[in-house]
C-alpha cells in the first residue's frame, strides 16, 4: 500500500504469474493494492505456456489479475 500510494502506473507481465504461486500472489496482492489507491493497471498477458510448471493452470489465475486490469496486451 505503501507503494501504490505513489505510484501513477501500474503494469504486470504475465510471465511473474507463471513462475509459481509465491509470485502469482505478490502480482494479485500488487493488483488489489493498486485497484484500492486509483492506480491504472496494465498488463500483458502473454503468459508463456512452458512456465506453468507448479501445478496451476494459467485459466485459475489469469481471469482474476485481467478483470481487474484496465489495459491488457495480448497477442494471437
Do not use: F
Amino acid at each position: 500500500d505503501e507503494i501504490m500510494q505513489q505510484a501513477c502506473w501500474l503494469h504486470w507481465s504475465g510471465i511473474t504469474p507463471a513462475l509459481s504461486q509465491g509470485t502469482a500472489d505478490v502480482c494479485l496482492q500488487a493488483i488489489e493494492s493498486a485497484r484500492k489507491h486509483h492506480v491504472p493497471i496494465s498488463g500483458d498477458i502473454n503468459y508463456r505456456r512452458n512456465l506453468w510448471q507448479y501445478g496451476k493452470q494459467p485459466t485459475e489465475i489469469m481471469p482474476a489479475l485481467i478483470s481487474m486490469s484496465d489495459m491488457v496486451v495480448g497477442g494471437i
